[in-house]
């Protein structure tokens, strides 16, 4: 059992942040604990290569409150930008750390990460983000078709392939863009018109549509899939039928009510409750970033630790040397 005063679990922009405002503040021994081999997984799982990291991505304009904040880069160049911030406050990064379980024991909480390894700590700051739980359909996926199905970039990129993004939002956009360089995309909505695209992405979503690389298919919603030869036989609720050799969901993340919920966090709705500086219902445990967030950034997941670690501070702070 190792024991520290502040342990973050995830190692994506809020879990960084959220040390880098507490080494700022002066707060030490923290250790953040990520269940990958690698910093900001978001990153390196979903976003494709090249992609444009927009600091306004989900038309808010966010403005800066702490250390961190970025302008519009390359994947590649954001995830350098971590990678330094990293070095650059001696981050103590545990990594192939997965938590599974944390245990409130009197005024400190028991924090198990893996098979063996144990923490103890009186405040954790959870920041696992939304998206190791993508939005899946409603209906079935059949098995034999499920080599087909993707949520999010394919890990092994697609060419001459027929594809059917699925969703109306950046990332669908997103998707859609890169994924129609080298194939034939058509993009399924169930709404007449898109509502949710920064102006970017609705720029890029019409410029492809005029070329004719990009198929728009709105109103369209999706009643199930079926195995047909070595496609994907999609059923539209309108009675349509159409053949893909993949599709490619698009419908964000999902936020990890069971785990949530088995710390004794209450949830109302889809969201957890917090307070305004993220601390939830079982005091001294905080969530940060897409988390609590409403709209998911990575400046918002920058700013929602500033406000943790002000919070923390305000509450704890003149304690936090004598937390055990
Ligand atoms: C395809 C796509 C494109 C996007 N483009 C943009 C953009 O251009 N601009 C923008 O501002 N936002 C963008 N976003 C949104 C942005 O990625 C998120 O808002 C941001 O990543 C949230 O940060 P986070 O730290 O809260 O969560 P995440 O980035 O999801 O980080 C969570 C971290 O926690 C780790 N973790 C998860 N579970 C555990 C566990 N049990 N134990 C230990 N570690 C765990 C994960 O491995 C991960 O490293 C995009 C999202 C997607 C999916």
Redesign the pocket.
Known sequence: MEKVKLTI?????????TAVEAKEAGLNEIVI????D???????R???EG????????KVK?KPIGKLS?DTMSREQFLDFMKEVVEKYSLDIRFR????KIKKKNDCFEIH?GKEAIFEAPIVVV??????RPVKPGYKIPKAISDKVFF??PAKPLENKKILVVGGG??AA??ACFLCEKNEVFLSYRRPKFFRLNPINLCAIEDKCKQGSIKLMMNTDIEGLEPQDDQVCVHFKDGQKMYFDAIDY?L??SS?QA?LRSIGVEVEGKKPKVSEDGETNVKGLFL????V?KK??????FN?AKRTVDGILKKYGDRYALLT
């Not at 679990?9 to 942040?17: C, E, K, L, N």
């Open positions: 679990v995830g190692a994506g922009p809020a879990g960084i942040a604990l990520e269940k990958t690698h910093i900001c997984d978001t990153m390196v979903l976003y494709h992609k444009r990291v927009d600091p306004f991505f989900m966010v970025i750390h997965e938590v599974n990460a920041a696992i983000g939304i998206f190791g999010g970039i950046n990332t997103e998707a698009c964000g993340g990890p785990f940060v970033g897409d988390l967030v998911g950034t990575i400046m918002g997941a929602s």
